[in-house]
């Protein structure tokens, strides 16, 4: 099993870390799990909706001392 | 002597060898010191001019000065690009064949827009990124006689406020033909607003609505379809077009994947001390990081005053002084006459202002004090 990617958004505003997930998936593998650390509340709605939309796997989302954790995986 | 290698001689590049050549004229003089800058090229290219260039507000010449012109006295400058990096041995390899080693070096060579990602872009899109292209795309702008421009963004690309302000000087540049009836614009996005910044599009949005530019946001390209005009998304949406723009997906140069350095071209950095991860003496600056901020002039300019004032402690006290916070500056061209901006670092969100035509004006000045900027003056 591959390891786990990290893409780390916290503190970012531009881009953010939805684009940074998306350029992560870029150099991913279908079947890959990455989990994107986000400091802004947003991105633990937006990436959900957006992995929905565009059809990658959506596993969890958690939240620890402001920091909000999203786990996936690339389905395609 | 301690040797300081900076490959790239754009916008981080240059204002870090300027920097360093002033924190360390002493050591200049007694050869305490060596600064030298390899780059690809003997001419020094102010990128946000493509934006101009594309909708015939400039003419190629104005993009350029001479790398050598400026450039402080000391610093040692070479046209001969580097093709193998030999970080275990603090070496370099250029393309003449010669070699270089350093005591510590930065990497500041940039990004390039990669269309040739995309299926079908190159054939059907204009992008206004490199000189031919943006003179290509202001020629076929000339010639169009109305109908459906589609602008669409890829991810990642450098100077993130462009798709916005290509849009809206679209808007203008119609308009001040006689065209705005004979066209729609239409712009798609990667993600859920016309923005990545939160309050840049909060701005945004409403003034597309108010000039009936369209937009579809969550749009991430997956296909264009040339020959019968259609631009497609990973999302499963199309759109048709008569005239499709992009601001294509990025890549960190060549010869930085070529050497393993970081894939598609971004190195892994870290964001504060801006050190290659896993390297103590090599410094990575501007597009080429992988670090998740804007890739930008004005975040490479402040990385390189970061690490100038790092480097020369490093050299006269043996430690860095202080760390890089994050901080970016980008105008925000809303047409041919206003402009707004937005300032942030780490831990500061930017917070723009409706555009105003003393804040365009200032963007006009920087155009030229740009240069002022690239030798480390300002």
């Not at chain 2, 061209?333 to 035509?357: H, Q, V």
Request: with cysteine.
């Amino acid at each position: 099993m591959t390891e786990k990617k990290i893409v780390d958004g916290r503190g970012s505003f531009c881009p953010g870390p939805l684009m940074e997930l998306i350029v992560a998936l870029k150099s991913s593998q279908v079947g890959d799990e990455l989990e994107v650390l986000s400091t802004d509340k947003g991105s633990a709605n937006d990436i959900p909706e957006w992995l929905n939309k565009v059809g990658h796997e959506y596993i969890s989302t958690t939240e620890a001392e402001g920091v909000w954790h999203i786990t996936l995986r690339k389905s395609k | 002597m301690k040797k300081i290698l900076i490959v790239g001689g754009g916008m981080g590049g240059t204002i870090l060898a300027n920097n360093l050549a002033r924190r360390l004229t002493n050591e200049l003089k007694t050869g305490k010191v060596r600064i030298t800058m390899l780059s690809a090229s003997e001419k020094h290219m102010y990128q946000p001019g493509l934006l101009y260039l594309a909708v015939g507000k400039i003419t190629p010449d104005e993009l350029y000065r001479d790398q050598a012109s400026l450039l402080e006295p000391g610093i040692e400058f070479h046209v001969d690009p580097v093709e193998e990096f030999k970080l275990d041995n603090n070496q370099v390899k250029t393309k003449s064949g010669k070699t270089f080693d350093y005591d510590y070096m930065a990497i500041a060579t940039g990004s390039r827009m990669f269309p040739e990602g995309v299926p079908g872009m190159v054939e059907g899109a204009e992008t206004f990124y490199t000189e031919d292209t943006a003179l290509k795309m202001f020629k076929r702008l000339q010639s169009f006689e109305g109908g459906k421009v589609v602008i669409t963004v890829g991810v990642p690309h450098k100077c993130p406020m462009a798709p916005l302000e290509i849009t809206f000087m679209l808007h203008d540049y119609f308009k001040d033909r006689g065209m705005a009836d004979k066209v729609q614009l239409q712009y798609t996005y990667p993600i859920g607003r016309v923005h990545s910044l939160e309050n840049v599009a909060k701005w945004a949005a409403p003034e597309m609505d108010k000039l009936g530019i369209k937009y579809e946001t969550f749009f991430n390209i997956k296909e264009v379809d040339a020959k019968n005009k259609v631009l497609r998304s990973e999302e499963g949406t199309e759109i048709k077009y008569d005239l499709l723009i992009t601001i294509p997906a990025h890549k960190g140069m060549e010869v930085v994947e070529k050497n393993g350095l970081g894939q598609n071209g971004w190195i892994p950095t870290n964001k504060t001390k801006l050190n290659m991860e896993g390297r103590d003496n090599v410094f990575i600056l501007g597009d080429t990081t992988n670090i998740p901020i804007s890739k930008a002039g004005s975040t490479a300019h402040f990385e390189a005053d970061t690490l100038g004032e790092n480097l020369a402690a490093m050299v006269k006290i043996g430690m860095p002084v202080k760390e890089y916070d994050g901080k970016v500056f980008c105008f925000i061209e809303a047409g041919k006459d206003r402009a707004s901006y937005a300032m942030f670092d780490y831990k500061n969100p930017p917070d723009p202002k409706a555009p105003t035509k003393a804040v365009h004006w200032f963007k006009m000045a920087y155009n030229k004090l740009y240069w002022i900027s690239a030798r480390g003056l300002l």
